[in-house]
T-cell receptor
Framework: KAGVTQTPRYLIKTRGQQVTLSCSPI?????VSWYQQTPGQGLQFLFE???????NKGNFPGRFSGRQFSNSRSEMNVSTLELGDSALYLC?????????????FGPGTRLTVL | SQQGEEDPQALSIQEGENATMNCSYK?????LQWYRQNSGRGLVHLIL?????REKHSGRLRVTLDTSKKSSSLLITASRAADTASYFC??????????FGKGTTLSVSS
């Protein structure tokens, strides 16, 4: 069974631009969560989608948004990029309920904002 | 906000030794999970322990949970160089997704 895939793996953008990251969960998994990882703040929860609906949202500004498609694939978008958005963005999928099941993580997208 | 806090932040040991890392959290939980991350890559799930469990084993891993002290420990026995990684504990908060600590960086030298 294929694992969680994320594209692109690396991305370089400049301040003010916007970016879209993609995540394909493990086949059959309906929950997709996104995390931002930085050296200073560690792993921070962005949002979770289940059956195309945002189920939970972390404490991030409205510049961060996401969506999930009917095939469970998910995208996250960051608009008006800031230097502080440079981070590793991790996507994780799980079968149904994230709280009580393990999450399977993708390799991440390394975003650098110049 | 960080729910779990791992201790120590960094740990260096020799191959064959045991490694113990601890996690403390602040609020009531349903379960606690441990994950491993190799440098700059995705996280790998190691073990999940539920709030009504006190100890759980998986291969060379042993996890304990003390809900009265709001703490957990991860023990890796007979460490190998391949165990070199960052280890994170993650806790659930009712109705939300997992909240991760800042991790313990383990270095195992041969």
């Amino acid at each position: 069974k294929a694992g969680v895939t994320q594209t692109p793996r690396y991305l370089i953008k400049t301040r003010g631009q916007q970016v879209t990251l993609s995540c394909s969960p493990i086949s059959g998994h309906r929950s997709v969560s996104w995390y931002q990882q930085t050296p200073g703040q560690g792993l921070q929860f962005l949002f979770e989608y289940f059956s195309e609906t945002q189920r939970n949202k972390g404490n991030f500004p409205g510049r961060f948004s996401g969506r999930q498609f009917s095939n469970s694939r998910s995208e996250m978008n960051v608009s008006t990029l800031e230097l502080g958005d440079s981070a590793l963005y991790l996507c994780a999928s799980s079968l149904v309920v994230t709280n009580n099941n393990e999450q399977f993580f993708g390799p991440g997208t390394r975003l650098t904002v110049l | 906000s960080q729910q779990g806090e791992e201790d120590p932040q960094a740990l260096s040991i020799q191959e064959g030794e045991n490694a113990t890392m601890n996690c403390s959290y602040k609020t009531s939980i349903n379960n606690l999970q441990w994950y491993r991350q190799n440098s700059g890559r995705g996280l790998v799930h190691l073990i999940l322990i539920r709030s009504n469990e006190r100890e759980k084993h998986s291969g060379r891993l042993r996890v304990t949970l003390d809900t009265s002290k709001k703490s957990s420990s991860l023990l890796i026995t007979a460490s190998r160089a391949a165990d070199t990684a960052s280890y994170f504990c993650a806790t659930d908060q009712a109705g939300t997704a997992l909240i991760f600590g800042k991790g313990t960086t383990l270095s195992v030298s041969s």
